[in-house]
């Protein structure tokens, strides 16, 4: 075998079965495991209107959190059947009240911050992954603003690194600065939080796993410190008491998030998780570890959902993760560690939607892209994401 | 520029077996298309730090990309001449820095969306190269064995979850000695089968006493080449204008001597060492990664055919600044986890080993280290079954070769 290719070529395996029909494999997996074990239906079954509610008046109200499951999850370590063990919260809990995707495909590039910045655009993004730049593209916090007229304070991000600061709003002229969401970086604020040594926070404040020694300077609009207090309702000494007790940079994320939730009520909050991508690291125990905490956290969020009163009945959640990650059998991979090949394993991912206008109980199979997700939700609350490159989903038209 | 204007002087700087492998084989490569030519030149210029088996593998390709005809060249690489490529790309010193080149159009070829069809275009040529190179028959069958779980005292869940599919499963292990017995019988395959870098012992932790007729590579022995490689990244990161692009860049770069190692090592080894730190994410942090990674490269490079990787605790998860600083003090280990990643490395270690040639008639053994669990793929063994038969380690051994 040349040498020279060693590294690009799949195994014997991947080369038995083309990356199509691997990820229908995936999807199939998924779809089945869901109406065996948590009694879901088909969703190519049901006919009739989508059930999300219409009119201005319900478009005010409705919320919507998407969470975006990071960075990197493979289905056996998630909805295969031998890693089910490890999302017991998305199986017993979240799923039995969605509608879930089975086959959600990403065919851009597969970095964490490139990735999310397309899940908010609608468009494949080609930026830099490792730099802090503004996605090329508006964003759909930049199309709720514009076209439904809401204040800043009723879109924000919590955003893990540093590296997602600019993800709030885009470099797109048809949009200007100050047009987009707020992002706060809860690792950012709890080292502004303290002068010097924290030698307490330490576990909060891991850093990007990919290029863990790269930590770009912000920029943009993110969040500042004094509004902790103004906005957040929360002082430097409490929001420090509360970080100690926390475990990792996602914890820290979701708290910040129902903080936001309780004093803003926000009517479109992005939440993307990261600790999963510890896989970098290469220490498969501390990846599955990541799992299970943010299938945790997906419920903790919507067991708040559904106990704050801004938010219950009229919330969608949105749960997917940016992308998979490289299949045990690619030789161009070193399986779980990365998502440097872009197989089938890699792009091939699931979404769920659950609450407000949403069936519950249901499995659609037909494969979507993630930069669908734009649409959809301009569907839902009623703006036109005019670039983005995505369609729809029809069980949200 | 474009590889019909390449000239053997352009090859001085390479080292210099590999200047003269390229140079004999230049009316052939000026052919190639540029999409495709720096990746070879990426392999070809380590020539002379290669291990033989690679060599061989360079030598087989150029040879018959000379042999055959321009037009059954132009045919082979048609598919390559459809990428576009950036004019920066072009202009770049894809001759002298082919590895950062390929680096490039790797992400070039992301943002264009053309890196799918280039996988296939690669899988392709590899695939039609493949069929014609006939692969030397082995002395004797590939041995892999791994070691998990040291220090761990119990362990209840299920281990071997990947891996038992493939084997038999054996709950009787008399587990003494156990260590001892696996690396003697390394060391007599090793004396009768003597071949250059074909065995290979790989310690997450401490080596144990082994024969010198194996390879040996350890996570305690590359400690000083560590810590200067983390000082030296350290430097780096600190410097204006420094990111992870330049840093890889960087990193790639990087020699034995620049780190301080002495010159009259073995060239080949100490390059591996090199390459397994500065090319494996994670391996410079945690042991388990290292012994990992080292394995998987050890296997894909040198196509050994006895390989023994064994696993040692790991440090605990710290802030990732932190567990590169070179500051051990007070450092804690984590031994069930590591155990864990010692778990899915061994099914690693067996999906490497099986993609090298002689993978239907080769062996793997796994054993939890000081316990009566282990499992063994073998031609001869069935899978998914379970053995309560009361072994030791060299009778375990002997029965995965049987």
């Avoid at chain 2, 039609?128 to 998990?148: K, N």
Wanted: glycine fraction near 8%.
């Amino acid at each position: 075998m040349s040498n020279a290719f060693n590294s690009l070529l799949d195994s014997q395996t991947q080369q038995s079965a083309g990356a199509r029909e691997i990820a229908s494999r995936l999807s199939r997996s998924r779809r089945e495991f869901l109406r065996g074990t948590a009694g879901m239906v088909l969703g190519a079954a049901l006919s009739g209107a989508s059930p999300l509610v219409r009119g201005e008046a319900a478009r005010k109200k409705r919320k919507v959190i998407v969470v975006t499951f990071g960075g990197g999850a493979r289905d056996q370590e998630t909805f295969a059947p031998e890693g089910q063990e490890n999302i017991p919260n998305l199986i017993n809990d979240l799923a039995p009240q969605s509608s879930f995707f089975t086959h959600v495909t990403n065919q851009g590039i597969l970095g964490h911050y490139v990735a999310t910045a397309s899940l908010t655009t609608g468009v494949y993004e080609t930026l830099n992954n490792f730099s802090a730049v503004p996605p090329d593209h508006p964003t759909v916090f930049e199309y709720f603003r514009k076209d439904l007229r809401r204040p800043a304070s009723d879109t924000w991000v919590v955003a893990p690194s540093n590296g997602f600061n600019r993800i709030g709003e885009s470099n797109s002229r048809s949009f200007g600065p100050g047009t987009g969401a707020t992002v706060i970086l809860p690792k950012h604020l709890l080292s502004a939080t303290s002068s010097g040594a924290m030698p307490d926070f330490d576990h909060l404040l891991r850093d990007n796993y990919e290029n863990p020694m790269y930590t770009p300077e912000l920029g943009g609009n993110e969040f500042e410190l004094q509004q902790l207090e103004t906005i957040l309702r929360l002082s430097v000494e409490d929001f420090k008491a509360h970080a100690r007790t926390l475990t990792s940079p996602d914890e820290l994320s979701v708290y910040i998030a129902k903080r936001l939730m309780q004093q803003e009520a926000p009517s479109l909050l992005w939440i993307t998780m990261h600790d999963i991508d510890v896989a970098h690291s290469g220490a498969y125990s501390l990846y599955v570890q990541g799992i299970r905490r943010t299938d945790r956290l997906c419920a903790e969020l919507w067991r708040t959902v559904q106990s704050n009163p801004e938010y219950a009945g009229n919330t969608t959640m949105f749960v997917l993760p940016d992308f998979g990650r490289d299949s045990d059998y690619d030789a161009g991979g070193n399986g779980f560690q990365h998502h440097r090949t872009g197989d089938a394993a890699s792009r091939t991912t699931w979404m769920m939607a659950l609450g407000a206008g949403v069936r519950q109980g249901i499995v659609y199979d037909e494969p979507i892209e993630s930069i669908d997700l734009v649409p959809s939700l301009g569907a839902i609350f009623g703006f036109t994401p005019a670039e983005s490159a995505g369609r729809p989903i029809k069980e949200f038209l | 520029m474009q590889p019909r204007d390449l000239k053997p002087e352009q090859f001085s700087s390479y080292p210099p077996e590999a200047g003269r492998l390229v140079v004999a084989h230049l009316d052939a490569l000026r052919e190639l298309p540029i999409s495709i030519l720096p990746s070879m030149l990426r392999e070809a210029i380590d020539y002379d730090y290669k291990f033989p088996v690679e060599r061989a593998a360079i030598e087989s390709e150029f040879a018959r990309l000379s042999e055959i005809s321009s037009a059954e060249r132009r045919d082979w690489f048609k598919d390559f001449e459809r990428f576009s490529i950036s004019p920066r790309l072009e202009s770049f010193d894809w001759v002298g820095q082919p590895a950062q080149f390929t680096e490039q159009l790797s992400a070039y070829l992301w943002s264009t969306h053309q890196l799918d069809a280039y996988r296939n275009a690669a899988i392709a040529y590899g695939n039609r190269l493949q069929s014609m190179l006939r692969p030397d028959a082995l002395p004797v069958p590939r041995l892999g064995i791994a070691v998990i779980g040291q220090g761990v005292v119990s362990y209840d869940a299920l281990l071997f979850k990947n891996l038992r599919p493939h084997g038999t499963y054996f709950n009787r292990i008399a587990p003494e000695n156990g260590l001892e017995m696996i690396l003697d019988a390394a060391a007599q395959r090793a004396r009768n089968h003597p071949v250059r870098y074909g065995h290979w012992y790989i310690d997450g932790g401490e080596e144990a006493s082994h024969d010198s007729l194996l390879t040996c590579l350890s996570y305690k022995t590359i400690e000083p080449l560590r810590n200067s490689l983390l000082r030296s990244m350290q430097a780096e990161i600190a410097r204006p204008g420094m990111g992870p692009e330049e840093l890889r860049t960087y990193l790639a770069r990087l020699t034995p001597s620049d780190l301080g190692m002495n010159p009259s090592n073995d060239v080949v080894l100490s390059r591996f060492q090199v390459k397994v730190l500065t090319e494996g994410s994670g391996t410079q942090i945690f042991s388990t990664t290292f012994a990992q990674w080292a394995s998987r490269e050890a296997l894909r490079r040198a196509q050994p055919i006895t390989l023994i990787a064994r696993f040692a605790p790991r440090q605990r998860q710290r802030p990732m600044n932190e567990l590169l600083s070179e500051n051990h003090s007070g450092m804690q280990l984590d031994p069930v986890g590591s155990l864990v990643d010692a778990d899915m490395a061994a099914y690693y270690h067996w999906i490497n080993q099986q993609r090298l040639a002689g993978a239907d008639r080769s062996s793997f053994l796994v054993w939890f280290e000081g316990h009566s669990q282990a499992l063994v793929i073998s031609p001869t063994l069935p899978r998914s079954t379970t053995s309560t038969s009361a072994l030791n380690l060299s009778q375990l051994i002997g029965l995965a070769l049987s």
